[in-house]
């Protein structure tokens, strides 16, 4: 679980962030501000990609490839610089922007961290509308590592309201599983990814469905349930249905 604990501490860390003000950025220069920022404040080269209303940073880091505390304390502080530059340019701009997504890789693309935020949640956090601990639990965070850690890398798309929370649902569900000693010995290794919404239908694939019974299955769709109807309220979106499949497809939980 070693991993898991860098990614809940730069969960913690990279969206905590003090007020901003200053410069103006327009938005057509949106993007290449961002990365001479990224540039200047981090000295670490990055691209970025506006699509739609979602700001993608992308962010090549060797340290992530290591096992190290040190070195990857050293990609955690980049990222966190990284974080604080994207809301430095956002809320001094004059753009639309929705979605603010972060995603770091290793040279061989094998690995990637992606964190997404909305930018209206930054907002009401920083004019002190939601708490520090809501605001946290807003967070979008994605692993991803061999052969899909390539395809979140190439993914520009924009985001979509019921695309994030659905997103945000999957994520916050592994997060849970994994820091409750209890559920991790009982549903070890098992994971929730995002699939797609389809006519207000949250489809989310199960992997490691090996180590699933009935037991289990019940278990996961009680604290599933709890997930979708707490972001539902906090981000007024309704899903007529969930799905739960394999990645081949056969359904686990239907609700």
């Given amino acids: 679980m070693k ?4 990614i809940i501490l730069l969960f913690i860390i990279v969206f905590s962030f003090n007020a901003c003000v200053g410069v103006t950025y327009p938005k057509n220069e949106l993007a290449q501000s961002l990365e001479k920022l990224v540039k200047k404040d981090c000295d670490q080269d990055s691209k ?17 490839m290591y096992e190290d505390d040190e070195v990857i304390s050293r990609a955690i ?8 530059a994207i809301k430095r340019v956002v809320l001094s701009s004059d753009s639309d922007i929705k979605y603010m997504v972060v995603t770091a890789y290793n040279s061989y693309k094998r690995t990637a961290f992606r964190i997404v935020q909305n930018i209206d949640d930054v907002k009401d956090y920083f004019h002190m509308r939601i708490s520090r601990s809501d605001f946290e639990t807003r ?6 590592e061999l052969s899909t850690a390539l395809d979140i890398i190439k993914d520009k798309h924009d985001i979509t309201n019921f695309e994030y929370v659905g997103r945000l649902i999957a994520s916050q569900l592994n997060i849970f599983l994994a820091s409750d ?7 070890s290794r098992l994971s929730l990814r995002y699939a797609d919404v389809e006519s207000e239908t949250l489809i989310l694939t199960i992997f490691n469905v090996n180590v699933i019974d009935s037991k289990n299955v019940s278990l996961i769709k009680n604290i599933l349930q709890e997930q979708v109807r707490n972001y539902s ?17 056969e359904m686990v939980l239907s609700m």
């Fill in 3 to 6: 991993t898991l604990k860098y």
């Fill in 48 to 64: 970025a990609y506006i699509v739609g209303k979602t700001l993608y940073l992308d962010m090549e880091l060797d340290e992530l």
């Fill in 77 to 84: 502080q980049k990222m966190q610089s990284a974080g604080l």
């Fill in 139 to 144: 967070t979008l965070l994605e692993t991803e």
């Fill in 181 to 187: 000693p209890g559920l991790r010995d009982l549903i």
């Fill in 233 to 249: 309220e906090k981000y007024n979106i309704s899903f007529k249905r969930i799905k739960v499949v394999t990645s081949n497809g």
